[in-house]
């Protein structure tokens, strides 16, 4: 009887234990380790008191908008050696240092700052992040004297041809996280409704704009990364102000007319390789493919497991790459004209692919690289930056 008694204590230790284990799991975040969570709130921190930058800090005097107007330039594009006064020449691969780019640097700025305290946010609990974050929004899409335009009229201008594109809607990728970061705070009612109402209606005029402007459209069709960008922005933006009929051309695109237009068998994407920068580009485009997956599925429509009438899935796309995402050096096409050192960086499509394929492998891949990189050419092609932002809608604290 002493025995047993002994070994039943023994066992309700043992329950308790493992419950208070239990119960600790619970309150840690999966894949961010201790030493990245105080980072973020440190980084957090130091942002608190940032002031907003937004497009109307800096003016482009070529520019065709006015001080509203979000602004950049195509990056290809350079003076003609022939005629330095005349139309700008393309080369393919090359950026244009010359060009104005202090719109694109403040929305990246933006969504640095947003997604960071929105992290923070999550981590803590402490609404002064989510106060910080409401700062930024406001001055970007509230403020009548420093709000943004809800449209994308003049981006990536050429001189002597044109003074806007549709190719140029890709410089918006930035946003996409700024609208989870929304979605987060109004879930967790971290700002006020009323507030959050204003900032929706901002981004529901762009969605509008993107669907129904001839440069929306243009990016809409385009057959490479833009087409996927303009799915993962569109869905995004479409999702934080709850606009279904958007929604479901997101979804129908992403699987009648991105899979099956965009890779090949293998489950690479032709269109970039093709490129002067291949391999940055087939990163891209599958980081957007991915993002796109985990923007617009739901309990009963998985873009992750959908399959096309030829076989096409992204697990292939994400199959075909990882390995040379592991080792750059057996990447059997052209290395980049580019940047071709500056990647790979903790690649979005690893963290979303590792979770919904269910590959370990390529999460501990992610955890390796470089979470926080700080060169130019990698922010501006990394619109995915902020993993808590996915992983998590609620507080732990």
Not at 96 to 105: D, I, L, V, W
Not at 109 to 123: D, H, N, P
Not at 285 to 291: G, I, P, Q
């Amino acid at each position: 009887m002493v025995k047993k008694n002994y070994l039943i204590r023994i066992f309700i230790a043992a329950a308790f234990f493992l419950a208070i284990a239990a119960c600790q799991k619970e309150k840690q975040v999966p894949l961010i380790s201790d030493a990245e969570q105080k980072y973020i709130v440190e980084k957090a921190t130091s942002f608190l008191d940032s002031f907003p930058i937004t497009v109307t800090d800096a003016i482009c005097e070529r520019s065709a908008g006015g001080a509203h107007d979000f602004y950049s330039e195509g990056d290809y594009w350079w003076p003609d050696p022939e005629n330095p006064d005349g139309p700008y020449i393309r080369r393919d691969g090359e950026s244009n240092p010359g060009n104005f780019t202090a719109h694109r640097e403040a929305m990246i700025r933006f969504s640095q700052v947003v997604g960071i305290e929105t992290s923070a946010y999550l981590l803590t609990g402490d609404k002064k992040f989510a106060a910080a974050v409401g700062k930024h929004l406001a001055a970007w899409f509230v403020n009548p004297k420093t709000r943004m335009n809800p449209s994308l009229l003049y981006v990536q201008a050429i001189k002597g041809r044109v003074t806007g594109r549709g190719i140029g809607i890709i410089d918006a990728i930035h946003l996409v996280e700024v609208a989870r970061s929304v979605e987060i705070l109004e879930k967790n009612g971290a700002l006020p409704e009323a507030f959050i109402a204003e900032v929706k209606s901002w981004f529901g005029e762009l969605v509008t704009w993107l669907t129904t402007h001839q440069y929306g459209i243009d990016e809409m069709n385009a057959k490479n990364n833009h087409g996927t960008c303009w799915v993962m922005q569109v869905g995004a933006f479409a999702r934080l102000t709850g606009n279904t009929e958007v929604l479901a051309l997101c979804r129908n695109r992403f699987k009648d007319v991105l899979l099956p237009g965009q890779m090949a068998a293998d489950g690479s994407f032709p269109q970039e390789i093709a490129r002067t920068k291949p391999y940055g580009y087939s990163i891209f485009n599958l980081d957007v493919f991915m993002a796109t997956a985990e923007i617009l599925s739901t309990d009963t429509d998985n873009l992750f497991t959908y399959i096309t009438p030829d076989g096409l899935t992204l697990e292939k796309a994400a199959e075909f790459l990882y390995p040379f995402i592991k080792d750059k050096s057996t990447w059997p096409y052209p290395p980049d004209v580019m940047y071709w050192d500056e990647w790979p960086v903790r690649q979005p499509f690893l963290l979303f692919a590792g979770r919904a394929y269910h590959k370990p492998e390529y999460l501990e891949l992610w955890k390796t690289l470089e979470g926080y990189p700080t060169n130019g050419e990698v922010l501006r092609n990394l619109p995915i930056r902020n993993p808590l932002l996915w992983l998590m809608e609620k507080p732990i604290k």
